[in-house]
């Protein structure tokens, strides 16, 4: 079994910053790749940023310059460092992980954290 955990939202006044972590544990091998998506409310679920293991990093056009993703390996941990919040950002934001599983299973497949409120609002 794989968790993904992630903490860190919450309400932040335009212009200001938050950090979210997720953490995998469980039965894991490697994660290829961890990334961040958010779904406001009435919209699809969207990319946020990803980071491959070798730290290669993705933005969507809409967070570049503002929003940071980062993760610490050993850890199993993603990070995402959010400046410049604006109203839009509002959303829910999951964690993703591409990963495999430990033997014997060494099943390859994508995880989802529950999800974590960031509401910018004045």
């Known amino acids: 079994q794989v968790q993904l955990v992630e903490s860190g939202g919450g309400l932040v006044q335009p212009g200001g910053s938050l950090r979210l972590s997720c953490a995998a544990s469980?039965?894991?091998?490697?994660?290829?790749?961890m990334g961040w998506y958010r779904q406001a409310p009435g919209k699809q679920r969207e990319l946020v940023a990803t980071i491959t293991s070798a730290s290669y990093s993705n933005y969507a056009d809409s967070v570049k310059g503002r929003f940071t993703i980062s993760r610490d390996n050993a850890k199993n941990t993603v990070y995402l460092q959010m400046n410049s919040l604006k109203p839009e950002d509002t959303a829910v934001y999951y964690c993703?992980?591409?990963?495999?599983?430990?033997?014997?299973?060494?099943?390859?497949?994508?995880?989802w954290g529950q999800g974590t409120q960031v509401t910018v609002s004045s």
């Open positions: 993703n992980a591409d990963l495999v599983s430990a033997p014997p299973q060494f099943d390859r497949r994508e995880y």
């Open positions: 469980g039965s894991i091998f490697i994660i290829a790749v």
